[in-house]
């Protein structure tokens, strides 16, 4: 079983379009995450939520809104897909104050 | 604001020899989690081993080993008897263990090549 799993795995779209990759988790953790990993491999943090709750929100456009419709599932839409958002983004989990964080595979997006 | 360096962007190693990559950070914290994630061309992050602050005892898993300088904020991994599969992108990251929202931070991530 796929403890932390995304789709699409790869997605290849134009620009100005919107797109939503979705995450699920069956680990039973609290909080999920989406990481930006860009082509010189920097994994940064954007969102974070905990129960439903956004806890961290980095400085990402205004482009890009998570939703959480309960605490297993974190989905990330991005609209006005623009070439700099071409990256590898990651669904991870873990527990609030737990000391491990467990990733997805990984969605490769692509805009040209 | 807590930051981790890897000032290694690339290092190789001889399959069977022994590797260390090293890794700093900055925190001013007391309490919190260190880790090296490994991330094969697959791309999927790999759990290698966790380290809690509080904890003396540099931690181990097989061939994989840190060695935990808290003074210094260093945290560096080796890998013993290195091997082909071993050849991938490591990251070190840092969660505080008490304050803040717990979240994750990575370093830039160090290539290992394994030559056979």
């Known amino acids: 079983d796929t403890a932390v799993s995304q789709t699409p795995k790869y997605l290849v779209t134009q620009m100005g379009n919107d797109k939503s990759i979705k995450c699920e988790q069956n680990?039973?953790?609290?909080?999920m995450y989406w990481y930006k990993q860009d082509s010189k491999k920097f994994l940064k943090i954007m969102f974070s939520?905990?129960?439903?709750?956004?806890?961290i929100n980095e400085t990402v456009p205004n482009r890009f809104s998570p939703k959480s419709p309960d605490k297993a599932h974190l989905n990330l839409h991005i609209n006005s897909l623009e070439l700099g958002d071409s990256a590898v983004y990651f669904c991870a989990s873990s527990f609030r104050n737990g000391n491990t964080i467990y990733f997805g595979e990984g969605s490769w997006l692509t805009v040209v | 604001a807590q930051t981790v360096t890897q000032s290694q962007p690339e290092m190789s190693v001889q399959e069977a020899e022994t590797v260390t990559l090293s890794c700093t950070y900055d925190?001013?914290?007391?309490?919190?989690?260190l880790f090296w994630y490994k991330q094969p061309p697959s791309r999927q992050m790999i759990l290698v081993i966790r380290q809690e602050a509080y904890k003396q005892q540099n931690a181990t898993e097989n061939r994989f080993s840190v060695n935990f300088q808290k003074a210094a904020k260093s945290f560096s991994l080796k890998i013993s008897d290195s091997q082909l599969g071993d050849a991938a992108m490591y990251f070190c990251a840092y969660r505080n263990q008490f304050s803040g929202t717990y979240k994750y931070i990575f370093g830039t991530g160090t290539r290992l090549k394994v030559l056979a």
């Open positions: 925190t001013s914290e007391s309490d919190y989690y």
């Open positions: 680990l039973g953790h609290d909080t």
């Open positions: 939520y905990n129960n439903k709750e956004l806890i």
